[in-house]
């Protein structure tokens, strides 16, 4: 009952350390996990410390539930023997009361006697004065001869008072031996009641201890089994962060994959979305396939027996795996799509501004690498895939071997359950030699006939219904072992009821004895009374005055008489209370054994429901989990939807700033025609100024005439202002030429870009490309429907399974009410027989026990000596 209440079951924890084996397994693959891999084994190593530790306790809580039992048991005996000393105490104050009320008659018969005795002398002293008188007076007449005679009865009479005096006197002294002995037994009564007073506080004391530490233990087990379920909490919460980080950091790699592609791929892209449909055509083939294999393995594990539920869960939420699989390749297969109808947009983009994708290229070229390790990423989730198809077919072999060495297992069951047959057969042989033990001998070998049936029954149920039957192969290996502890616990209550039955046979044995010693001290009190009768009749014949005092005597044996009675009538009620009790007591334990089987049902119905429900929460806080992983990323993913929005509306601006920046430089680089000729004639001028310039220096150093430069600077004025024009000239030449430099170094470079730009635009994809998508599109829109045809038929395989395990609910419903039915039958059967020989039953006390022994089986075989 412990392991019901509390802690875990070993085959729950031994599915724990499985999983915990796995994981950890998983985390040694990666090293970037090393940290959270050794906090993990520390939950671990905690967990079994707390398991141990439960164990432990719970083995406590059994020693002191069973000293608890064996305590309740004392107290009861000891409040048993309460109730009898109590009951013993009232019969013998009832005695003593009665011995005193004739002590009281004694002593006033006493004093009458000693007043009669005294009065008697006095007349003898009167008479003797008067006879000396009537001798002095008469002197010795013929009177003196009556005299004597009267003195002679005097003397009689006085010798009858003398022994009537010594017999009253005896009886006085047994009257107050028997005081003395009912006071004694009166004192060693109170003292065995203040003793079992004493010992039931002291139980008591111990029962508030026990109950404490148990309330010790109880909180401590509740504080392990907090721990423990918060470690669960913290692994799972852990395992969900982890799993959060990695999808959110794929949510992001992918979001943003896709947002460089929205906004840079063109041609490439388009291209790599048609490798990608025909990548994603073979994926879902091979997913189909998948699908089908575990389908395929599904329906085989289902044709496996009842201990492979488990592994048929895991292989059910790798389904669920490769269903979130699916709905990834969707989710991609429709991002390729969104993808598809923004290339479109991004085109007329491209079209408007090509001169302004010089950096993006080098950005494609990037993205291009970030696929290639997708496809990889795919590849390896494909492989991934093939592994566990792998190891599933490798659990199915060992399912194989394990499902042979049970087939071998229920063959030797069979050759067991042979012999136990025959083990039976030799049961009855000695049973019939016992006939108070028949009808116990025979309800267990009917019982286990019944049992031998139903497990034929249920060995054809399981060979007929294996692929439905497996969820319940734990269940019922848990009910073999609770039937295992109950029927130990049986076995112990028997122990107990058979020490009960000899304790009560002990009780039975004082009660008799007592019995016995009270028809001893009635007959003495009968021959007590024959003798006080026969010397009542003595003095009612010979003392007529004392017919008072034997009148109230009689009284007195009258009531006595009628005390008797009264107890031989109690004696025989209590007989007969006895042997209603008796079979009070077999009807309560027929009451309790149906009890018993009601209890034992109903536990195993809340263990059923119990790990249904546990299910149910698991699925149901799975769901929440993943319903709130997808809202969280769904909120990321539009704020960051609504990031690139904003980015991609700055783009643009960008871009129509540049190409109107471009139109300008397309502008300057029309008029560059016209200002290479102003700057061709403007160095020919040059040329000639130079010359000129040259020819003036000469003449000025070989002057031909002395005063020309008065004649030039009085006369020739407008050379002088051709000189300063030229000076000027020159400046702006200068100016001019840097200016014509930069603009051909920016004009090689525009010419480079146009060159690049008119590379690109023959690369990029036509309207071939643009024809070819909407077939793709309806590739996709037929795998799409192809899918969700695929889901339909699972979802609609899923509701059979489940009316499947309706129906076999009903049918264990059904299997157990005609149990129910046909142990009501045998019971009223039992009630019929018990009621038809009700005082046999009662009275009828087994006193010479057969010696039994127990074979392997747990049958009872008592051999007669």
């Known amino acids: 009952m412990a392991e019901e209440n509390f802690g875990i079951g070993t085959e729950a924890f031994d599915v724990l350390e499985k999983e915990f084996q796995e994981v950890l397994n998983d985390l040694a693959a990666d090293q970037s996990l090393e940290k959270f891999r050794v906090e993990y084994e520390k939950l671990h190593k905690a967990l079994k410390v707390s398991h141990e530790n439960e164990k432990r306790l719970l083995a406590k809580c059994r020693e002191l539930s069973a000293e608890l039992q064996s305590n309740v048991a004392k107290v009861q005996g000891a409040l048993n023997m309460t109730l009898e000393d109590n009951q013993n105490i009232s019969l013998l104050r009832q005695q003593l009361e009665e011995t005193y009320k004739k002590l009281e008659e004694s002593k006033e018969k006493e004093e009458s006697f000693k007043q009669q005795i005294e009065n008697l002398h006095n007349d003898i002293n009167l008479l003797q004065q008067q006879l000396v008188r009537n001798q002095a007076a008469m002197g010795g007449g013929t009177n003196v001869h009556d005299l004597i005679i009267a003195k002679e009865e005097l003397q009689k009479e006085e010798e009858i008072l003398k022994l009537t005096k010594?017999?009253?006197?005896?009886?006085?002294?047994?009257?107050?031996?028997?005081?003395?002995?009912?006071?004694?037994?009166?004192?060693?009564?109170?003292?065995?009641?203040?003793?079992?007073?004493?010992?039931?506080?002291?139980?008591?004391?111990?029962?508030?201890?026990?109950?404490?530490?148990?309330?010790?233990?109880?909180?401590?087990?509740?504080?392990?089994?907090?721990?423990?379920?918060?470690?669960?909490?913290?692994?799972?919460?852990?395992?969900?962060?982890?799993?959060?980080?990695?999808?959110?950091?794929?949510?992001?790699?992918?979001?943003?994959?896709?947002?460089?592609?929205?906004?840079?791929?063109?041609?490439?892209?388009?291209?790599?979305?048609?490798?990608?449909?025909?990548?994603?055509?073979?994926?879902?083939?091979?997913?189909?396939?998948?699908?089908?294999?575990?389908?395929?393995?599904?329906?085989?594990?289902?044709?496996?027996?009842?201990?492979?539920?488990?592994?048929?869960?895991?292989?059910?939420?790798?389904?669920?795996?490769?269903?979130?699989?699916?709905?990834?390749?969707?989710?991609?297969?429709?991002?390729?799509?969104?993808?598809?109808?923004?290339?479109?947009?991004?085109?007329?983009?491209?079209?408007?501004?090509?001169?302004?994708?010089?950096?993006?290229?080098?950005m494609e070229k990037k993205y291009a690498t970030d696929d290639r390790s997708l496809l990889e990423e795919l590849r390896r989730n494909r492989d991934i895939l093939q592994k566990e198809i792998d190891r599933a077919e490798q659990n199915n072999k060992k399912q194989q071997e394990s499902c042979n060495t049970k087939e071998k297992l229920q063959k030797e069951r069979k050759n067991e359950a042979a012999g136990l047959k025959k083990e039976i057969d030799r049961c009855n042989n000695i049973i019939k030699s016992l006939v108070k033990e028949e009808q116990k001998y025979s309800e267990q070998v009917a019982q286990a006939n019944a049992k031998y049936f139903h497990s034929l029954e249920e060995i054809k149920l399981k060979e007929n219904l294996i692929s439905e039957f497996q969820k319940k192969n734990i269940e019922t290996e848990a009910k073999l072992k609770q039937q295992q502890n109950l029927y130990e616990a049986v076995r112990s209550d028997r122990n107990l009821y058979s020490k009960n039955l000899t304790e009560t046979q002990e009780e039975i044995a004082e009660i008799k004895r007592r019995y016995k010693i009270v028809n001893h001290q009635i007959s003495q009190l009968k021959e007590e009374i024959d003798s006080k009768e026969a010397s009542l009749s003595k003095e009612h014949f010979e003392h007529k005055k004392k017919d008072r005092l034997i009148e109230e005597q009689a009284r007195s044996i009258k009531k006595y008489m009628e005390d008797i009675h009264q107890k031989e009538d109690k004696i025989k009620t209590y007989i007969t209370q006895i042997s209603k009790l008796h079979f009070m007591i077999k009807e309560s334990e027929q009451q309790r054994q149906k009890l018993k089987e009601e209890y034992d049902l109903v536990v195993a119905e809340r263990d059923i429901l119990g790990t249904q429900l546990i299910r149910r929460n698991a699925e149901a806080g799975l769901l929440y989990e993943k319903i709130k992983i997808n809202q969280s990323t769904l909120k990321k993913g539009e704020v960051q939807y609504t990031e690139r929005l904003g980015d991609i509306i700055l783009l643009k601006s960008q871009i129509a700033d540049l190409i109107n920046d471009i139109k300008t430089y397309k502008s300057q680089a029309n008029s560059i025609g016209n200002m290479k000729n102003e700057i061709h004639n403007l160095s020919k001028e040059l040329i000639e100024e130079k010359l000129k310039g040259k020819a003036l220096a000469e003449e000025m150093e070989n002057p031909m005439n002395v005063h020309r430069w008065r004649k030039l600077k009085a006369t020739d004025s407008e050379t002088y202002e051709l000189m300063t024009k030229i000076q000027s000239l020159q400046k702006r030449l200068i100016q001019k030429t840097e200016q014509v430099q930069d603009k051909e170094q920016d004009v090689n470079s525009r010419d480079k870009q146009l060159k690049e730009l008119r590379d690109i635009m023959r690369r990029?994809?036509?309207?071939?490309?643009?024809?070819?998508?909407?077939?793709?599109?309806?590739?996709?829109?037929?795998?799409?429907?192809?899918?969700?045809?695929?889901?339909?038929e699972m979802i609609m395989y899923q509701t059979h399974l489940s009316e499947y395990k309706l129906e076999i609910d009903r049918l264990n419903k059904d299997l157990q009410s005609n149990k129910k039915k046909y142990y009501e039958q045998k019971k009223r059967e039992q009630q019929k027989r018990e009621q038809e020989n009700p005082y046999n039953q009662g009275t009828g006390i087994r006193v010479n026990l057969p010696n039994k022994r127990f074979t392997g089986g747990g049958f009872n075989l008592a051999v007669n000596h």
């Open 166 to 362: 010594k017999n009253n006197e005896e009886d006085l002294m047994s009257i107050n031996e028997k005081i003395q002995k009912a006071t004694m037994e009166r004192e060693q009564c109170q003292e065995r009641y203040d003793e079992i007073i004493r010992q039931k506080d002291e139980l008591e004391q111990k029962t508030m201890l026990e109950d404490e530490g148990k309330k010790k233990n109880q909180e401590a087990l509740n504080q392990i089994k907090k721990k423990y379920d918060d470690n669960l909490k913290d692994i799972e919460v852990q395992k969900l962060e982890k799993e959060k980080q990695l999808e959110y950091n794929k949510k992001v790699h992918n979001e943003i994959l896709q947002i460089d592609n929205q906004i840079q791929e063109q041609k490439k892209e388009v291209k790599k979305a048609q490798k990608e449909e025909k990548d994603q055509e073979k994926k879902d083939l091979e997913i189909k396939k998948d699908i089908e294999n575990l389908d395929q393995l599904i329906s085989q594990l289902a044709k496996k027996k009842r201990e492979l539920e488990y592994q048929k869960a895991k292989l059910e939420i790798k389904r669920e795996d490769l269903q979130t699989q699916e709905k990834r390749l969707r989710v991609q297969i429709q991002e390729i799509k969104e993808i598809t109808d923004k290339e479109e947009q991004v085109r007329d983009i491209t079209n408007a501004g090509i001169n302004q994708l010089e950096n993006e290229i080098l």
């Open 764 to 792: 990029q994809p036509g309207i071939e490309e643009q024809k070819m998508i909407p077939v793709y599109q309806q590739s996709l829109k037929q795998k799409t429907q192809q899918m969700r045809a695929m889901n339909g």
